[in-house]
């Protein structure tokens, strides 16, 4: 089986390795500078149980170099996609699975549901370009329950958790596929605790539901996870702002019948950590606002539910981005 990652960093590497340790699975890289130059010198690298697993890669920095695989997976940050997608044409056949493992709301979540409309959500895909560059019949959708970071290029890390939710994006209507089915299996295979998901649209949105607070809150104070919830102020802003949310996911079906204290308590036993938007702020590096909060406000403004609270949290932590110069003016 051909797969190509699509994005090496700390979740691209942690899936790829995996893979690239299975006998009848040839793994392919598209990557750039020394993440390149690492692939090709050491091949795919990865940390976990106190030991260091190399896998073989075929790395380049063309897409045509690698050509057509059977599976993509995108795992690339949500302001590099754009460019990402002009590009990997190459890699897509008639039968290839696209799986993006990425965070936030994905550039296909409008997808035939009505209650958005027909524009793409110009929060993720402004001009459509993304949707026009790799077709909707090919995407499978990805939720990603993992902690990794990068340790050095070509060298991902992981910190805890396996999960991977695959399911088809039209949701119940179309809750099982022979394709999902069998890419599920083969991420059993690799390691991963891979579930194969009824309504994949909605396990995206309840992961976007704890990540759309604490990210901007932890990238606009520099605080971990514990300490904005061990304050009372930040905690009941996280509050305000998740119980919005709430609202907008139950006018897209997309309910969640958990309370935010709920979820403070199961964030809280992560215990001390950095969101993935503090440490791009520690690195500066572009910040994933838009597909995180300026989506689910786009959401909210579509369907009709006033979410002050969120649109606050978006112009904060905007704010916050373009004067350290990680987010466009």
């Keep these: 089986m051909r797969v190509a990652v699509v994005g090496v960093g700390a979740i691209g590497g942690f899936i790829g390795a995996r893979l690239g340790l299975l006998p009848d699975v040839q793994v392919s890289a598209l990557a750039r500078g020394a993440t390149l130059q690492a692939l090709q010198s050491h091949g795919l690298r990865l940390r976990q149980g106190g030991e260091v697993l190399s896998a073989p890669v075929r790395a380049s920095a063309q897409a045509a170099d690698l050509g057509e695989q059977d599976l993509v997976i995108i795992a690339v940050k949500a302001p590099a996609l754009a460019a990402v997608a002009a590009g990997i044409a190459p890699l897509l056949g008639p039968h290839t699975v696209v799986l993006p493992a990425m965070n936030g709301v994905p550039w296909w979540f409008g997808e035939a549901l009505p209650a958005l409309g027909r524009q793409p959500l110009a929060a993720v895909d402004p001009d459509g370009a993304i949707a026009a560059a790799i077709p909707f019949a090919q995407v499978l959708g ?21 999960g991977l939710i695959v399911g088809e994006p ?5 809750a099982s596929s022979a394709r999902a089915e069998a890419l599920v299996a083969l991420l059993d295979r690799a390691g991963f605790e891979a579930t194969l998901s009824a309504d994949v649209r909605r396990d995206a949105w309840y992961k976007l539901w704890g990540n759309m ?7 606009i104070t520099g605080a971990t996870v514990d300490k904005v919830l061990d304050d009372p102020l930040t905690r009941q802003l996280c509050t305000r702002a998740m119980s ?13 019948t958990q309370t935010p204290e709920d979820r403070h308590q199961i964030t809280r036993k992560l215990g001390a950590f950095k969101t993935s938007m503090l440490q791009d702020v520690e690195a500066g590096r572009a910040i994933e ?6 989506a689910v406000h786009e959401i909210a403004q579509r369907v009709g539910v006033d979410t ?10 905007r704010l916050r981005g373009q004067v350290l110069g990680l987010y466009p003016a």
Excluded: K, W, Y
């Design 308 to 317: 002050p609270f969120i649109g606050a949290l978006l112009g904060l932590t």
């Design 142 to 162: 990805c939720v990603v329950h993992a902690s990794c970071f990068t340790e050095a290029p070509g060298v991902a890390t992981h910190v805890m958790g396996r």
């Design 170 to 174: 039209l949701g119940a209507s179309q």
């Design 244 to 256: 919005e949310a709430q609202a907008v996911g139950a006018a897209i079906g997309c309910e969640i």
């Design 289 to 294: 606002l838009d597909a995180l909060v300026s």
């Design 213 to 219: 607070t604490m990210n901007p809150i932890t990238a």
